[in-house]
């Protein structure tokens, strides 16, 4: 693969963007199993270098540097200093809430500019979601307001004040670790961004998940309200229910298909491993191999359902060494693979959390889950932690996939955008720093040509997913004649462009999005459609969709089986996946109006409601 220059499907681009759209998957599937994106390693040498040098490097001195803990080079005599584990997670809040860290960058969907974020939450005009705008009072509205802007820099000025203050004496800390040097950040200055980014979240829920508030926040919270024990143990609760509920999210049928796609995107490995994680690459079989069923049941599922709480309550040395040892190679392969969205920071956060909570703090010296001050604790905090979990595993059209712990799992709410022949231009006309994927491709340095069939395979590799087959089967059905002509668009790089990150949670792009769009661009009867599923409930078998137009509304709702989507090849060789039709708009879908009906226009979202915003 070259250093400079991206590896491109064999094909000559007009020619191969001429061909009927099922073959033009079946090809780019094959390409992709061998390749992925085909980025040039100067892209993920950009990653590396960010990872090492800004964050992990700038992470380290920015903690060590403000509070006493002696020089940055001594690591034997920092790393189990409770204010530096602190400081490294405000840090990361800061670069996560920034746009700098996870979501950044080429392998993203942020190709020239490469930082979203900041760049459109600093912007007045520009879009917000709120989550709740018919409850919660004074949040109503999709403009970003300056006050919204006032109130995101406010959280970004809140942490970057609690980084670099030095930390104060703490009796508990003292107590139980009379050796700590540097104390602990000032509860206030941990309380004070906690509070500062429910607000913004209120006001628009992208920037509550960008800052991954359902890791970090309650860590935030318990730095702010518990002595130092219960601090401690609350988070080894918190790491244990964030992998173990992982875990459990992985026990559907989505996941193996994660596996095959995300390693064949991992620059280092040679293409005979890339091969060997499908049943036949040459023979046109792109379904898992029994290798990819291994890692994906055994290595992974397994490993973060057993490991983490043999960590919550081994009082033994050398086998809580093994167990950290476990999860931190887990994480490293996963940032080996550079997966999309990258959350390369994450992962190595995670890893050093490991070693701090469980080697640092071990349960047979007073860290168990036992010996919280207050008996009462133990179950309150667990409760805490369990509730968006399961309730976002019973009801995912409520939370959010990140508040599920469902991040890794390929059971996603996911869209797939359809633009009519030059429609897809008028999403310039929104007011955001960042033109369309494909003019960033342009403007990157790629050819066009090479740019649109670059573009094509984001919709190849959501369609090697499970509900990507259901995505494309929906629109094969609903545009009938005129599916060839259209241009499709996988929706989650699609909400990069428009409001400024993504991380594969389809709740960021649903209707509440489209009508947003719809009210600034006006798109006309046709020009663009768009297919939504939401995640599948871990007690059904089924995903639910809609189709929407964006001039029309949700036109259409059904359902469609799990099974019969990873039983099919992603470029649906035998046709599209059967679905079953709940709900049609009497008078504006297809087939159920006269062709000259089929420009009048009509209220969006005229349908029963699904409760899609979260």
Request: with cysteine; proline share 8%.
């Amino acid at each position: 693969m070259p250093f400079l220059t991206p590896t491109v499907p064999p094909y000559e681009s007009r020619e191969f963007m001429a061909r009927p759209r099922t073959e033009r998957i079946r090809l780019l599937t094959a390409f992709w199993a061998e390749n992925g994106f085909g980025s040039p390693r100067m892209v993920h040498t950009i990653y590396i270098v960010k990872l090492v040098l800004f964050y992990a490097l700038g992470g380290v001195l920015a903690a060590t540097l403000t509070s006493h803990v002696g020089s940055p080079l001594d690591v034997a005599g920092w790393w189990d200093e409770p204010i530096v584990y602190q400081k490294l997670v405000l840090w990361t809040v800061l670069l996560e809430l920034f746009g700098v860290a996870g979501t950044w960058g080429p392998l993203a969907g942020h190709f020239k500019p490469m930082t979203g974020g900041a760049a459109y939450w600093l912007r007045p005009g520009t879009i917000r979601l709120p989550p709740w705008p018919g409850k919660v009072p004074f949040t109503r509205g999709d403009r970003r307001t300056a006050f919204d802007v006032l109130l995101y820099a406010a959280a970004l000025g809140s942490l970057a004040l609690a980084l670099v203050l030095p930390g104060v004496h703490s009796a508990s800390l003292a107590a139980a670790r009379p050796e700590a040097a540097g104390g602990l950040v000032r509860p206030a200055l941990m309380a004070l961004p906690l509070v500062l980014l429910v607000l913004c979240g209120l006001r628009d829920k992208v920037l509550f998940l960008a800052a991954r508030g359902e890791q970090y926040l309650p860590i935030m919270l318990f730095s702010a309200t518990l002595p130092f024990t219960d601090l401690i143990i609350a988070a080894k609760l918190l790491i244990v229910v964030v992998m173990v509920g992982a875990a459990v999210s992985k026990f559907g049928k989505h996941f193996i298909n994660v596996i095959p796609p995300m390693v064949s995107n991992a620059p280092w490995r040679p293409k005979s491993v890339k091969r060997a994680h499908y049943r036949g690459v040459g023979g046109g079989d792109l379904k898992p191999s029994r290798l990819s069923w291994f890692m994906a049941h055994i290595l992974g599922t397994t490993a973060e359902l057993v490991v983490p709480p043999v960590l919550l309550f081994s009082t033994d040395r050398e086998l809580t060494l093994v167990a950290v040892a476990c999860m931190v190679a887990l994480h490293l392969f996963i940032v080996s693979t550079f997966p999309l969205a990258v959350p390369l920071e994450w992962n190595v956060l995670f890893s050093y959390i490991y070693l701090f909570l469980f080697v640092g703090h071990p349960v047979g010296e007073g860290y168990g889950v036992l010996d919280f001050s207050q008996p009462w604790m133990l179950p309150a905090v667990t409760a805490g932690l369990l509730f968006f979990p399961v309730l976002g595993n019973l009801r995912p059209d409520l939370v959010s996939f990140l508040p599920s712990m469902r991040q890794y799992a390929g059971n996603w709410a996911s869209a797939t955008w359809a633009f009519a022949p030059g429609a897809e231009a008028k999403l310039n006309q929104l007011k955001k720093p960042a033109k369309n994927q494909i003019d960033q491709l342009v403007a990157f340095g790629y050819e066009p040509d090479v740019a649109t069939m670059t573009m094509e395979l984001a919709i190849v590799w959501r369609s090697m997913h499970s509900q990507g087959r259901g995505l494309i089967s929906t629109l094969q059905r609903y545009l009938g004649d005129t599916y060839e002509s259209y241009t499709l668009r996988d929706g989650e790089f699609g909400c990069n462009s428009v409001i400024g990150w993504n991380f594969g949670d389809g709740h960021l792009h649903d209707d509440q999005l489209i009508e947003a769009i719809q009210k600034r661009v006006g798109f006309a009867p046709g020009e663009f459609v768009i297919v939504w599923v939401e995640s599948q409930p871990i007690h059904k078998k089924t995903q639910e969709y809609f189709v929407m137009d964006a001039a029309l509304g949700i036109v259409e709702r059904g359902t469609w089986l799990v099974s019969d989507c990873v039983e099919q090849q992603p470029w649906l060789p035998n046709g599209p996946i059967p679905s079953n039709v709940t709900w049609r708009h009497p008078e504006y879908h297809p087939s159920a109006r006269r062709p000259e009906q089929q420009a009048a226009p009509g209220p969006a979202g005229a349908a029963p409601g699904m409760g899609l915003t979260s």
